[in-house]
């Protein structure tokens, strides 16, 4: 093997949970593991980022990464993590979440590839699809006990009304069953012995296991298990989560800018532990980075090699580039010429929740004055007199270059040909969109 998986994973603090001769077996030889992924959404956000970087971590380390879809087990809900049932996707839907996670998973594994360990791709839907309630129901059903199931935490915790639960529906509770005959069908049909997750999948995977064991009925049979623990902020807030919602791996559900400007704000102690989790980069190139930001903490050093990895990774070195140009812009000393360069989204990102106001572009052609910019015409400031103190105080800057009273906006101001930036001192800043 290329290097000792297990150590590798254990000091980037991704191992929960470890079955037994598990690190044993990934030392040994190759070994075939996989992670399943639920398409509750046509796009996978950061959280999923762990599971697929756990799958790259397999496939670097020599291993033969499976990423499973599950086109089967979306249709029921896995009940892990949460205190009421799901709503079931109908099968249009269902097929386009399915289609959309195998699209961001291919940008990180190479389904094509012909090398040994070359990385996998199955949707449970294929094996499943065909299997009758009664078969399952003798084949599968007979070989665990009801016992065994209630004795999950996921399934305790809704039988004993934690979290405002409201019990649990038969088709949920066979959930760790279906997801158990997945792991037992593919270390029948691909010789795959471990199954990968977060920690809240501890049940579930280990329901695999133990079907593996009791569906080899006097066979040698051996199956393994290991969770990473579910990612956390310092804060107590839910990682992942903005004011606008998930922060998601497709730029057309979150920027580009908005994806490096998540990172980037991380806290210090976040970004310490992240850097581990979410970038390759090796221990002793991150112990100096830790080491040189507690150092400097001011010129967030260990945010900013974040940010650069992930949204490297994530989309492309360009992208990231364009992000970091987009977020330096504001301070640049050519922002002028700078701010052009951006394309209207990155300009609407990078000025988020700035006051704007509509002004009619025929009045810019004819030219504005600067009171009707700042006041008459936009309400920026409260009245006309507020404004003429503003600009005698030499307060005011349009496209960040200081102006006078008698200056007046024109078509040659215009942003994308359709927005003007004005600033009050250093704090306040307004757009002007023409329509």
Known sequence: ????????????????????????????????????????????????????????????????????????TGMIGDPSGKSDERNLLNEETLAKNVAGIKGVLSRFLDFSSDKEN?????????????????????????????????????????????????????????????????????????????????????????????????MHVGEEAKAYAMTCPLITKADGTKFGKTEGGNVWLDADKTSVYKFYQFWLNTSDEDAEKYIKIFTFIDKETIEALIAEHKEMPHLRLLQKRLAEEVTTLVHTKAEFENAEKASNILFSKSFKEDIKTLDENTFLDVFEGVPQAEIPLKDIEAGLDMIAALAAQTNFLASNGEARRSLKENAIAVNKEKVKEDYTITEKDLINGKYVVINKGKRNTYIIKAV
């Not at 044993?24 to 992924?37: H, W």
Request: hydrophobic share 40%; aromatic share 12%; proline share 3%.
């Open 118 to 214: 070359a990385p996998v791709l199955v949707n449970n839907y294929d094996w499943m699809k065909n299997f009758s309630f009664i078969d399952f129901a003798r084949d599968v059903g007979k070989r665990i006990t009801v016992n065994y199931m209630m004795a999950k935490d996921s399934v305790k915790k809704r039988f004993s009304g934690e979290e405002g639960s409201v019990g649990m529906s038969f088709t949920e509770f066979t959930y760790q069953l279906i997801q158990g005959y997945d792991f037992y069908h593919l270390y029948k049909e691909h010789n795959c012995l471990l199954q990968m997750g977060g920690s809240d999948q501890w049940g579930n995977i280990t329901t695999g296991t133990e079907l593996v064991r009791r």
């Open 1 to 72: 093997m290329n290097y000792n998986l297990v150590e590798e994973l254990r000091w980037r603090g991704m191992v929960q949970d470890i079955m037994p001769g598990t690190e044993e077996q990934l030392n040994k030889e190759m070994t075939t593991a996989y992670i399943g992924f639920d398409p509750t959404s046509d796009s996978l956000h950061i959280g999923s980022l762990v599971p697929i970087i756990l799958l790259m971590h397999l496939e670097k380390a020599g291993h033969k990464p499976m990423a499973l879809v599950g086109g089967a």
